[in-house]
């Protein structure tokens, strides 16, 4: 024990540093403007997507999971909002956090979902992109840098993406 506080005594003052840029690393979130972190997934369906591969289109990530109500209420809007956009470039992934991607693959077979259901069964992703809250969704622009973040789910945000969409697929 004494060795360890020896090598250990030259580097005290640092440590208030280390702990603060540890604390700071810790919480950083993806902010609006920053690029999206790439990331690579199985769909359900069992193919790859890449995030990086959808440059050039507007992009909403949602985060979601089997036993969040509000997700489940929110996918029949999300199905809507696909289907209504994505001929003029617009991509919608669900990214699917539970651990046994067969409830994934069962909740989204019976809401009907359309667009790809990503697998996130080791939570990297959802870390990466801090996403805490269930459902997270953000909005990513054609350069592939996050323009919107939504946090949880509220009665009426639908209109609120939609109108964000549009804006994001005129520029």
Same mark, same amino acid.
């Given at each position: 024990?004494?060795?360890?506080?020896?090598?250990?005594?030259? %580097?005290?003052?640092?440590? @208030?540093?280390?702990?603060?840029?540890?604390?700071?690393?810790?919480?950083?979130?993806?902010?609006?403007?920053?690029?999206?972190?790439?990331?690579?997934?199985?769909?359900?369906?069992?193919?790859?997507?890449?995030?990086?591969?959808?440059?050039?289109?507007?992009?909403?990530?949602?985060?979601?999971?089997?036993?969040?109500?509000?997700?489940?209420?929110?996918?029949? #809007?999300?199905?809507?909002? %696909?289907?209504? %956009?994505?001929?003029?470039?617009f991509?919608?992934?669900?990214?699917?956090?539970?651990?046994? @991607?067969?409830?994934?693959?069962?909740?989204?077979?019976?809401?009907?979902? #359309?667009?790809?259901v990503?697998?996130?069964?080791?939570?990297?992703?959802?870390?990466a992109?801090?996403?805490?809250?269930?459902?997270?969704?953000?909005?990513?622009?054609?350069?592939?840098?996050?323009? #919107?973040? #939504?946090?949880? %789910?509220?009665?009426?945000?639908?209109r609120?993406?939609?109108?964000q969409?549009?804006?994001?697929?005129?520029?």
């Amino acid at each position: 024990m004494r060795d360890a506080m020896n090598t250990i005594a030259p %580097y005290r003052r640092w440590l @208030p540093l280390l702990l603060a840029a540890a604390a700071v690393t810790a919480s950083a979130a993806v902010q609006p403007s920053a690029t999206a972190p790439d990331f690579t997934l199985r769909s359900v369906g069992g193919a790859n997507l890449r995030l990086a591969e959808q440059r050039g289109q507007v992009v909403l990530v949602n985060f979601w999971a089997t036993w969040c109500g509000p997700c489940r209420q929110e996918m029949p #809007h999300l199905n809507r909002l %696909y289907d209504k %956009y994505r001929s003029a470039g617009f991509v919608l992934l669900g990214v699917n956090i539970d651990d046994d @991607p067969r409830a994934a693959a069962d909740l989204a077979a019976k809401l009907g979902v #359309h667009f790809p259901v990503l697998l996130d069964t080791d939570k990297r992703v959802s870390r990466a992109y801090d996403m805490s809250a269930m459902p997270a969704t953000l909005l990513i622009d054609r350069d592939g840098r996050v323009r #919107h973040i #939504h946090r949880g %789910y509220r009665d009426g945000v639908e209109r609120t993406y939609e109108e964000q969409v549009r804006g994001l697929l005129k520029e």
